[in-house]
């Protein structure tokens, strides 16, 4: 089954270190995003890719930093610049056609203490 | 940055009542709108879209939703809700022009449907 992996599905963090999320496709979608869930917020975009080796901030993407080298990933990394990084992460593909919607991981849910 | 309401936080209604969540948008241009749901356990998935044309646009489950530009809304409604339909909703535009995943999302109405 084509679909969007993420894992781990929980993570656990000591403030001060860093993190990657990683985020696997095999849909074959040019287009891959990271956002953040916060309760009460809505999700908010952190950074999107469209292309391999291409990458673009979003609207919260301070702390965080990503790399697009293959295709099928599009990991995350949470840095200790990072002021709140608890939260929930969803990755997302699209082949940003207007017939293919948005396809979304599972999540992880990272805390960090 | 644009901005997206959804002005109820959480909606609980019986079986078989009409359900209507409100979602309002603050861009002034060309829009895509989405609903979103999300089960609990499960990732997100996409409700219905609206691109253009037909302004009442109908999606899975029975679901459907109106946009009205003058008012910048885009309210989903469905007719006579069920259990099943407990669930995160929330609301999504994209910016015509923009890449198509780029979405800003209102905050989510949690509805609770009881049997």
């Known amino acids: 089954d084509g679909g969007i992996t993420q894992s781990p599905k929980y993570l656990f963090r000591k403030e001060g270190q860093n993190v990657t999320l990683s985020c696997e496709q095999n849909?074959?979608?040019?287009?891959m995003y990271w956002y953040r869930q916060d309760p009460g917020q809505g999700l908010r975009l952190i950074y999107y890719?469209?292309?391999?080796?291409?990458?673009q901030k979003g609207d919260i993407a301070e702390g965080y930093s990503v790399s697009r080298e293959k295709k099928e990933s599009f990991p995350l990394t949470v840095t200790s610049a990072q002021k709140n990084p608890t939260a929930f992460y969803l990755c997302a593909s699209s082949t940003d056609s207007l017939n293919s919607p948005l396809h979304f991981g599972n999540g992880t849910r990272l805390t960090v203490t | 940055a644009q901005s997206v309401s959804q002005h109820n936080h959480h909606v609980i209604l019986s079986e078989a009542a009409s359900l209507e969540l409100g979602c309002n948008y603050s861009y002034g241009g060309t829009v895509n709108l989405f609903w979103y749901v999300q089960y609990p356990g499960q990732h997100l998935q996409l409700l219905l879209k609206y691109f253009s044309g037909d302004p009442l646009v109908k999606g899975i489950k029975g679901f459907e939703a109106e946009f009205i530009k003058s008012k910048f809304s885009f309210n989903l409604r469905k007719p006579s809700v069920q259990w099943s339909d407990t669930a995160e909703y929330f609301c999504a535009v994209n910016i015509k022009g923009s890449t198509l995943g780029r979405l800003y999302f209102g905050r989510g109405t949690q509805l609770t449907v009881w049997p």
């Open positions: 849909l074959n979608h040019d287009a």
């Open positions: 890719s469209q292309i391999v080796n291409d990458f």
